[in-house]
Antibody, heavy 118, light 107 residues
Framework: EVQLVESGGGLVRPGGSLILSCAASGFTFNSFAMSWVRQAPGKGLDWVSSIMNGGGSTNYADSVKGRFTISRDNSKNTLYLQMNSLRVEDTAIYYC???????????WGQGTLVTVSS | EIVLTQSPATLSLSPGERATLSCRASQSISSYLAWYQQKPGQAPRLLIYDASNRANGIPARFSGSGSGTDFTLTISSLEPEDFAVYYCQQRSDWPRTFGQGTKLEIK
């Protein structure tokens, strides 16, 4: 069974930093691209970033480019999102999901809530 | 950026009825469109990928069609568990984009 478990969310001040993790199991992690998608409270889905299976290629939404960094450790079956210079508008549930590069986002975690507030 | 416009914003139907949801892209995306279902408090679930392919475990009452700029998700006969929000997403180009969603509610 595919499992994606996000962690690392919480309350952070504007301008602060946070690292999200996504622990993957039940599939061959190093064979799949991975993505982060967020959802602000009461709003729709918003793609954040994707990374190829080997980690060599990444893409970002313009709204996070230069502030967020996606990475992965295939030896630990874990996906990361380093978030710097956080803004109030980054407040959202952050989901990790499989795919998003050459295929759809097939499997999703349950999400972790990031709240940016003073 | 490719903009996806979903219509209607809200669709009110009764169980057993047929639902037709639309997603229009601002430029051609070939068949690189997916549909997701999201229920309150839950993560999205993939229903359809590449416009017309059902994902694993998705009931046959869900079907997708279209190519280029116009796409449709059809639910042939609504079950109580189908009332949710539906999103389309394109993977034709970066950035990946989602439609704003269609809320399917019980009439």
């Amino acid at each position: 069974e595919v499992q994606l478990v996000e962690s690392g969310g919480g309350l952070v001040r504007p301008g602060g930093s946070l690292i999200l993790s996504c622990a993957a199991s039940g599939f061959t992690f190093n064979s799949f691209a991975m993505s982060w998608v967020r959802q602000a409270p009461g709003k729709g889905l918003d793609w954040v970033s994707s990374i190829m299976n080997g980690g060599g290629s990444t893409n970002y939404a313009d709204s996070v480019k230069g502030r967020f960094t996606i990475s992965r450790d295939n030896s630990k079956n874990t996906l990361y999102l380093q978030m710097n210079s956080l803004r109030v508008e980054d407040t959202a549930i952050y989901y990790c999901a499989t795919g998003g590069w050459s295929g759809p986002n097939e499997y999703w975690g349950q999400g972790t809530l990031v709240t940016v507030s003073s | 950026e490719i903009v996806l416009t979903q219509s209607p914003a809200t669709l009110s139907l009764s169980p057993g009825e047929r639902a037709t949801l639309s997603c229009r892209a601002s430029q051609s995306i070939s068949s690189y469109l997916a549909w997701y279902q999201q229920k309150p408090g839950q993560a999205p679930r993939l229903l359809i990928y590449d416009a017309s392919n059902r994902a694993n475990g998705i009931p046959a009452r869900f079907s997708g069609s279209g190519s280029g700029t116009d796409f449709t998700l059809t639910i042939s006969s609504l079950e109580p568990e189908d009332f949710a929000v539906y999103y389309c997403q394109q993977r034709s180009d970066w950035p990946r984009t989602f439609g704003q969603g269609t809320k399917l509610e019980i009439k």
